[in-house]
């Protein structure tokens, strides 16, 4: 059964530590989105990837996130230095393009920095 | 105002109801994406839509393209029925960049 796998499911950190969150995509998928979720934003898009190249990432708080496709089974969010605010939870979704348009995503990485 | 709109925010139910949950949007869209989140959990794709109407158990999606509008039903709700769904629409056919409603809080009490 394939599936969108997210590691770490849970994370607490302290202000200032580095966190990196890992995603595996479907194998065949070609396009990986990372999201967050909060109670007061709903989800939010961070980072999309097509065939591994970054092609949105405005969403992204640039001077503290970065996020890489290594390659095509990886997908992975840095967050450096982490700050409370940060905690939320992270989700990774990923597709193939084509006319559908289906997204499968992840069970996601709660985050909470203290 | 939001481009994708969900109602109501909350629902409560007793179980065996009829469930229906709004979504309108004021985009061009590809496609619409109706998601459940159970409490504490991922977020799990219920249906896709560019026309028509889908049918998978008891949950039945409906969308009006011309309206903008689509409705989630529920029958013969279940107290394993209570998550948070959401409706997301996809704006230009194969980018895959959601919108996200603000999602419907359901809970289907026993």
């Known amino acids: 059964d394939a599936r969108v796998t997210q590691t770490p499911r849970d994370k607490v950190t302290e202000m200032g530590q580095e966190v990196t969150m890992r995603c595996q995509p479907i194998l065949g998928h070609n396009t990986v989105f990372w999201y967050r979720q909060t109670m007061m934003q709903g989800l939010e898009l961070l980072a999309y990837f097509r065939n591994r190249a970054p092609l949105d990432d405005s969403g992204m708080p640039k001077d503290r996130f970065s996020a890489e496709m290594p390659d095509a089974t990886l997908a992975t969010l840095k967050i450096q230095p982490s700050e409370p605010r940060d905690s939320a939870v992270y989700f990774c979704?990923?597709?193939?393009?084509?006319?559908?348009?289906?997204?499968?995503f992840g069970e996601g990485s709660r985050l909470t920095v203290l | 105002k939001n481009e994708v709109e969900q109602s109501p925010q909350n629902l409560t139910a007793q179980e065996g109801e009829f469930i229906t949950i709004n979504c309108s949007y004021s985009?061009?869209?590809?496609?619409l994406h109706w998601l459940q989140q159970h409490p504490g959990g991922g977020i799990v794709s219920l249906f896709m839509?560019?026309?028509g109407k889908k049918k998978h158990g008891r949950l039945i999606a409906t969308i009006n393209i011309q309206e903008k509008h689509s409705s989630l039903h529920i029958t013969a709700s279940h107290p394993r029925d209570s998550a948070v769904y959401i409706c997301?629409?996809?704006?230009?056919?194969?980018?895959?960049?959601?919108?996200f409603g603000t999602g419907t809080r359901l809970k289907v009490l026993a």
């Open positions: 979704a990923s597709g193939r393009t084509g006319k559908t348009g289906e997204l499968f």
């Open positions: 997301a629409v996809s704006l230009v056919s194969g980018t895959y960049k959601y919108i």
């Open positions: 839509l560019s026309s």
């Open positions: 985009v061009g869209i590809s496609a």
